[in-house]
C-alpha cells in the first residue's frame, strides 16, 4: 500500500503539500477478481485470496506527471449475502470499477444492477465509472463478447476496458485512465469555481448604479 506523500502539484484549491484525495470503490459479483485487481495494481502481485468480508482497504498515490493524487480503494465484498453492506461502501465515492468475468454472462448482468444502483445513488457523471471485464486470459470460456462489454459502457457514457488481474493485462491502465479522469474534472471545477471569482470581483469593483449616480 503506497501511503507516501506525492510529489507533484498539488490538489487546485488546496494547501502545496496536500495530495488531492479520491475514493474508489470496487462493485461486482463474488469471484469476479475484485480483489485480484485492486492487489494486482497495489502490490503488483497476484496470489490466491479468500472472498472479501464486508470490505477491504487500499491506498495508491498515483503519479501523473504533472500531478500526483491518492486513490482510496474499497473493494467490497461480492457475495451475495453482502450486497446489502456495500451500498454503505459506496457513500461519498468519487469513482467506481463495476467489475464483470468474461467468463461469466451472468456477473454481466449483474454489472448492470449495480450501475443501476449508482444512478440511485448518484448522477453517474458526478462520478467517474468504468465498467471492467476482468479473466480476458480466459477468452477461450468466453461468454461476454469485447463489443457487448463497450457497446454497453458507450450506452451508459462510461470508459470501458478488459482486463486480467492474472497476467496483469490493462490493469495499471484501468486506474490510471481513472485518475487521469478524476484529475481533469477536479481541473475543470476550479477553473469554473476560478471564473465565477473574477466575475464576482469584477462586479465588486464596477461602479454600482447608485455610486455612480452620486458621483455625477
Ligand atoms: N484466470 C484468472 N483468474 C482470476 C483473475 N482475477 C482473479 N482471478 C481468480 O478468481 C478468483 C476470485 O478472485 P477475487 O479477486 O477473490 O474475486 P473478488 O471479486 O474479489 O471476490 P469476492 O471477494 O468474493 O467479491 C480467485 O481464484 C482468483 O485467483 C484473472 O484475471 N484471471
Known amino acids: 500500500m503506497g501511503m507516501a506523500q506525492a510529489d ?3 490538489c487546485p484549491g488546496t494547501a502545496p503539500s496536500q495530495p488531492c484525495v479520491f475514493k474508489l470503490v470496487l462493485l461486482g459479483s463474488g469471484s469476479v477478481g475484485k480483489s485480484s485487481l485492486a492487489f494486482r495494481y497495489v502490490k503488483n502481485d497476484f496470489k490466491s485470496i479468500l472472498p472479501t468480508v464486508g470490505c477491504a482497504f487500499f491506498t495508491k498515490v498515483v503519479d501523473l506527471g504533472a500531478a500526483s493524487l491518492k486513490l482510496e480503494i474499497w473493494d467490497t465484498a461480492g457475495q451475495e449475502k453482502y450486497h446489502s453492506v456495500c451500498h454503505l461502501y459506496f457513500r461519498g465515492a468519487n469513482a467506481a470499477l463495476v467489475v464483470y468475468d468474461v467468463t461469466r454472462k451472468d ?3 449483474k454489472a448492470q444492477q449495480w450501475l443501476k444502483d449508482l444512478e440511485e445513488e448518484f448522477r ?3 462520478v467517474v465509472v468504468m465498467l471492467v471485464g476482468n479473466k480476458l486470459d480466459l477468452g477461450k470460456e468466453r461468454e461476454v463478447a469485447f463489443e457487448e462489454g463497450k457497446e454497453f459502457a458507450e450506452s451508459k457514457g462510461l470508459l470501458f476496458m478488459e482486463t486480467s488481474a492474472k497476467l496483469n493485462h490493462q490493469v495499471t491502465e484501468a486506474f490510471g485512465a481513472i485518475a487521469q479522469e478524476l484529475w481533469c474534472r477536479e481541473e475543470r471545477k476550479e477553473d ?3 471564473q465565477q471569482r473574477d466575475a464576482q470581483l469584477d462586479l465588486n469593483q464596477r461602479p ?7 458621483a455625477r
Open 8 to 10: 507533484g502539484a498539488p
Open 107 to 109: 456477473s454481466f448482468l
Open 124 to 126: 453517474l457523471g458526478d
Open 192 to 194: 469554473q469555481q476560478q
Open 208 to 214: 454600482s448604479a447608485q455610486a455612480r449616480c452620486c
